[in-house]
């Protein structure tokens, strides 16, 4: 019971009204953003078809005739955003479909604009309004939306709009579950805890308490105002989970989810075919979306082309630097592993001498921390340019070209040789299923300092948590991470 007072305090509403009336709230926050937005939207088109004569073809430009249209419309356009589940929370607020689906509409209902035109000969509209407000309303709105999931974010880190989560099984696999969702904050899931058959009732697993067996499951639900339930199934019986989908399969108060017992497996996401009237799941094979690629690859190219062309007088700079300080040659290739799995030469500039091997034969303890670590803080084998190439990752800048050509990525987990994939486990299908970056979450959170362990949990977690915003913010931090030369050797 003391586990069961614990989870009643930790889920404590913030302010007067409770968790599921403050999403509520800004989902109708959303529609009045959406509703202003349309109108701002509108009038900007109006603006540049009459105001700025951006003719494309002839129109009635009495201003009463579009206002009145647009008082019309708008309240359709908001209809027509509920029906296509852009107010449903489940498809709100992660991913870029929720962008995809405001482009949908807004493509919709133009088309019907254009039909009104056709078949009312009464009312003449500017061709070049209906193109305009199709500019104009589908770059408002996703910026609206950009900017409220920004501030819903930011609510859910402070504490509002969060789901009250029961995780059902504390295995290997539930308490991955719970740990993914505490480490993302922003996602909105207030997991309260575990139920386990196998470990006793107020016992803390990674923190958080187990409240009953999965027996209790009922009762701890209305006790605690369970909105979510996760179901690692690795940790329950057949004969449970047909039972609990009884339960909560009609329940419009609790959402049930199951989570696939391969964890490791289904990062990439996956997606559900009948074959034969059989539903089938099948893991897609890489992990972002087709949209999702065609937007990194696109910041990908242009910021390495821009870059290289800026860089390139300090890389012939630091090239003949090398040259003068040691006999070998400018580059170091590195055969590493790329998406698929696919080998590719990485290309770093040389910091090692060319006999470092040799050198190292000298310190067996030295070799010991290598095979360790992967990473030596004090290094024989570097040389005196090396070191200072090594301390603000001026080595890497060839790998410019390995991101110009799609190898690899400006952000992503860090490369790998085959031999290392093996210290990655199961997750290193996961590692696979991205292009390795130049930099990372590991760069700007500590480098080298970092133990191995620490940077493959990094690297999973920039896997799963992947977004456009997520590259540039690691880009934009990992210029002074860089400077600082924290954990740089």
């Known amino acids: 019971m003391a586990s069961i007072e614990y989870a009643l305090t930790k889920r404590q509403s913030v302010g007067a009204l409770s968790q599921h009336a403050q999403r509520h709230l800004f989902l109708i926050a959303m529609a009045i953003a959406d509703l202003l937005t349309l109108g701002a939207a509108f009038a900007v088109a109006y603006w540049m078809r009459f105001n700025l004569g951006l003719a494309i073809a002839e129109g009635d430009p009495a201003y009463y005739l579009y206002q009145s249209l647009v008082i019309a419309i708008t309240p359709m356009w908001i209809i027509s955003f509920y029906i296509f589940k852009l107010y449903n929370s489940n498809f709100l607020f992660g991913g870029t479909q929720e962008y995809g689906r405001v482009v949908q509409v807004n493509a919709l209902m133009i088309v019907l604009l254009l039909c009104f035109t056709f078949f009312t ?7 070049g309004w209906l193109v305009f407000s199709w500019m104009t309303t589908t770059l408002f709105l996703m910026l609206t939306r950009f900017v409220m999931r920004r501030i819903a974010y930011g609510l859910r880190v402070k504490g509002f709009m969060r789901t009250s989560t029961l995780v059902v099984g504390a295995d290997t696999e539930g308490r991955a579950i719970a740990n993914q969702l505490r480490d993302t904050p922003t996602c909105g899931a207030d997991v309260v805890g575990f139920l386990d058959d196998q470990i006793p009732c107020g016992e803390k697993i990674e923190g958080l308490p187990v409240l009953g067996t999965v027996a209790a499951l009922q009762q701890i639900v209305g006790r605690l105002g369970v909105e979510e339930v996760l179901l690692s199934m690795s940790a329950l019986t ?10 909560y399969s009609q329940s419009e108060a609790v959402t049930l989810r199951f989570s696939p017992g391969l964890l490791e497996l289904f990062t990439t996401g996956a997606f559900v075919k009948e074959w034969g009237t059989v539903p089938l799941v099948s893991i897609n094979k890489v992990r972002l979306s087709d949209m999702e690629a065609i937007l990194k690859r696109g910041i990908d190219f242009s910021v390495a082309l821009v870059a290289l062309i800026m860089l390139a007088p300090l890389m012939v700079a630091l090239a003949v630097m ?7 040659p400018i580059f170091h290739r590195r055969y590493v592993l790329g998406q698929g799995g696919r080998l590719f030469d990485a290309l770093k500039f040389r910091t090692m001498f060319v006999d470092g091997n040799d050198i190292l034969e000298a310190f067996p303890d030295l070799r010991e921390e290598l095979k360790a670590k992967q990473k030596l803080k004090t290094d024989p084998r570097v040389t005196r340019v090396g070191a200072l190439l090594r301390r603000y990752s001026l080595d890497e800048l060839p790998q410019l070209l390995n991101v110009l050509v799609g190898q690899m990525s400006l952000v992503g987990p860090r490369m790998i040789t085959r031999p290392e994939q093996e210290n990655y486990g199961m997750m290193r299908l996961n590692l696979l299923t991205v292009k390795p970056g130049l930099t990372g979450l590991w ?18 977690q920039y896997i799963r948590n992947y977004s456009i915003w997520l590259d540039l913010m690691i880009i934009l931090r990992t210029i002074p991470a860089v400077l600082r030369a924290r954990g740089a050797y």
């Open 322 to 328: 090398i040259a003068l300080d040691s006999p070998g």
């Open 443 to 460: 760069q700007i959170s500590g480098r080298s300092d970092l133990s191995y362990d620490e940077r493959v949990r990094m690297d999973m």
């Open 121 to 127: 000969q009464s009312v003449i509209l500017s061709r």
């Open 238 to 247: 057949r004969p449970q989970v047909v039972k609990i989908y009884e339960m």
